[in-house]
Every structure is written in structure tokens, then in C-alpha cells.
């Protein structure tokens, strides 16, 4: 697979799972999020 294939975005304070300022949303907030695409047809 070459690197063109793979994007990496960060959307920081601008789009929390948990909007709540505590620990736990905290937590939360600290993750990865994997969205798998299929190719277009004929690619």
C-alpha cells in the first residue's frame, strides 16, 4: 500500500466526543477514529 492511500486529520477542541470538561471526558477525547473507503469504480 503506498503512503498516498492513508490521511491523517485532527480536529482537537474543534469536535469532541465528550464536550463535559472532567476526567472521564477527558479520557474520552483521546482517541483515534478509523473511517475505511471504498475505491471508486474503475480505480
Known amino acids: 500500500m503506498s503512503a498516498d ?3 491523517t486529520m485532527s480536529f482537537g477542541e474543534d469536535r469532541p ?3 463535559e ?3 472521564a471526558a477527558f479520557s474520552r477525547n483521546r482517541r483515534g477514529e478509523f473511517v475505511l473507503l ?3 469504480p474503475g480505480n
Do not use: T
Open 17 to 19: 466526543a465528550d464536550p
Open 38 to 40: 471504498k475505491p471508486k
Open 21 to 23: 470538561l472532567n476526567d
Open 5 to 7: 492511500r492513508i490521511r
